[in-house]
């Protein structure tokens, strides 16, 4: 690891921790329903909307209440997103008139936004209408952020209430993380992204003339669209001289603030984080990776300062952080290795002032080795998925490390809402375990962990790991599977792998060196991402109910303390090896066995 990476991940860490820690504050006050100071104006429109929708927001819900209504807004908005892709070409705001979308893209795509994975089989710029990217993805970038939140301010009630029926109300939990939260950060950074050149209209797209042109060979087609073969059977070519080029606008400084915010991930362009009118600059690139984890950050206080115990918020953040750091350094300096075969061809791959050094093929010259090792760890380690260089171009290990983040359940900081409970549920089973281990009943904040809560934390730890090793070899045992895979051998195992991992973790990042826009994936990876979103919710708001029925009790003599090193330790130690216990035979069948072939003498 260099020490521009040392510096720059220091700086991040520095500057994520002093934004955040306000923000918590904030975030304690949604969750708790209190007023927020200096938005009173939305306050009323708070009410507004309650009144309109005839929603009582004094009125508590029980867990199955809870998620009864969550499931059926989301299961709404899954057909919303899927009508307007079905129907865009009849829609207006579609000046290049883009064409309606396949049903099985439309489906995989309406999954995909509404589950906060934003997995993108399509080309944002040649695919999606206006309408389509601001009206249904960017609308369920918000509604997918604030139903994460909603299920960990859900779960944090369960903590911290004495011997209550409620956990909440999903209407209010949804309503007031969107208008307090997510709509004010989205509209700074969005202006923040405009000011460092993120475009921001309603033009059709651009054609430009070049002002050096292109001239190049290609297959020569016939009526058919088929190649035209000369009497040897040889491919006809002709040679084209390109003068203009194409340049696609858009509304997409707006798309990308939510996208990060939220950590969704869903990029307005192809390329996502690595095309110029996303991510402009330097200082971009850095307060984009700020944006994706300042709230999954903030909500490590928040759960502190709800639950009455500020020490317990640092001691979570304090387990995210340090497997972050660990993966983080294992990325980059994976990344600033000496190939073997650029070695022995005499490539000097030495890190200089002039150059990164290292593995660059797939990153952007922008950015170098140190920004885009960070930002594939900070997008994998949070459920965004958003992208600034192509994690299929990464050493076998250095791509590995972003499919660990994803493996662990990504509660390394994690989605907006969802890291936040997903390590709670970890913290459950630390407790449950150091309980065993001292011969006493474990307690978590007061609150006793018995078998139903261990049963419920049983299933929403093993649900994605089920989801993403059974699709995975069901992918690579069918041929409509195995169509896909455009790189033999282990680094095609490790795309299939990468690509399961991230439906059903809700990441939506990929290798991308497969061609997984096709009807099996399309629909094999919308089943992981539904399932792996809402068949882990479930057992947390069950979970929650269950905590927040039973009296809070007291810390004694023999209470296990929940909020020093130790605990800290035996939780990224549960984290940790919950994973490679998941893991390890299918991540050994694929980056290991690619790092070997690489690097083995």
């Not at 220091?10 to 708790?32: E, K, N, T």
Request: charged residues 10%.
């Amino acid at each position: 690891m260099t020490m521009q990476s040392f510096m720059l991940l220091a700086a991040f860490l520095v500057v994520l921790l002093a934004l955040s820690y306000p923000l918590g504050i904030l975030l304690a006050r949604v969750g708790d329903g209190t007023a927020v100071p200096g938005m009173g104006w939305l306050a009323k429109l708070e009410k507004l909307l309650y009144r309109l929708a005839g929603v009582s927001p004094e009125q508590g819900m029980g867990w199955k209440s809870y998620a009864v209504a969550l499931l059926l807004f989301n299961g709404i908005g899954a057909l919303a997103v899927y009508a307007v892709q079905r129907l865009q070409a009849w829609l207006p705001l579609n000046p290049q008139g883009m064409a309606n979308i396949s049903p099985d893209s439309s489906f995989n795509t309406a999954v995909s936004f509404v589950t906060n994975t934003n997995w993108q089989g399509y080309g944002g710029e040649t695919t999606m209408s206006y309408l389509s990217q601001m009206l249904v993805l960017a609308g369920q970038n918000f509604f997918s952020a604030a139903t994460g939140m909603a299920v960990a301010y859900a779960l944090i009630r369960g903590f911290s209430s004495r011997s209550a029926k409620s956990i909440g109300n999903f209407w209010v939990d949804m309503t007031r993380s969107t208008l307090y939260i997510l709509l004010p950060l989205s509209l700074i950074f969005a202006v923040f992204l405009i000011g460092q050149g993120a475009i921001q209209n309603f033009s059709a797209y651009k054609d430009v003339t070049l002002l050096d042109p292109v001239t190049y060979s290609q297959p020569k087609v016939g009526a058919d669209g088929q190649p035209l073969k000369d009497a040897a059977g040889q491919v006809v070519t002709e040679t084209v001289t390109a003068s203009t080029q194409t340049i696609a606008m858009g509304p997409v400084a707006s798309q990308e603030a939510i996208k990060l915010l939220g950590t969704n991930g869903g990029g307005f362009f192809n390329v996502n984080s690595a095309h110029p009118f996303e991510n402009p600059t330097a200082l971009a690139n850095f307060f984009q990776m700020i944006a994706i984890f300042i709230i999954p950050a903030g909500l490590c206080f928040a759960f502190g300062r709800m639950v009455g115990d500020k020490r317990q918020g640092w001691a979570v953040l304090a387990a995210m952080t340090v497997l972050f750091v660990v993966a983080t350094v294992a990325a980059q300096s994976a990344e600033q290795q000496t190939l073997p075969a650029l070695q022995a061809m005499g490539v000097d791959q030495s890190a200089t002032a002039l150059q990164s050094g290292g593995n660059m093929e797939g990153k952007e010259t922008r950015f170098g080795i140190s920004a885009s090792g960070l930002f594939a760890a900070v997008t994998t380690a949070a459920s965004c998925g958003a992208v600034n260089s192509m994690h299929d171009s990464y050493t076998p290990l250095g791509g590995a490390v972003p499919m660990l983040l994803m493996q662990l359940g990504e509660v390394v900081f994690g989605g907006v809402g969802s890291g936040l409970y997903g390590m709670l549920v970890f913290a459950i089973m630390t407790v449950f375990i150091a309980g065993l281990m001292i011969g006493r009943t474990p307690e978590y904040l007061g609150k006793k962990i018995q078998a139903h809560e261990m049963k419920m934390t049983s299933i929403a730890i093993l649900v994605t790991p089920t989801l993403v090793l059974a699709g995975t070899a069901i992918a690579v045992m069918l041929d409509a599977g195995k169509a896909g895979i455009l790189n033999p051998g282990a680094h095609g195992f490790s795309e299939v792998l990468y690509a399961f991992s991230s439906a059903a973790n809700n990441n939506g990042s990929a290798f991308a060196g497969l061609s997984a826009n096709t009807p099996f994936y399309n629909t094999m990876l919308a089943i992981a991402m539904w399932f792996g979103r809402f068949a882990v919710i479930v057992p947390v708001l069950a979970i929650a109910g269950s905590l927040a029925g039973k009296k809070r009790l007291e810390a004694n003599s023999g209470t296990m303390p929940t909020h020093g090193p130790m605990f800290v330790g035996l939780l990224i130690g549960v984290v940790a090896l919950v994973g490679v216990l998941n893991y390890v035979p299918a991540v050994a069948l694929g980056p290991v066995v690619e790092h070997l072939q690489v690097f083995a003498k």
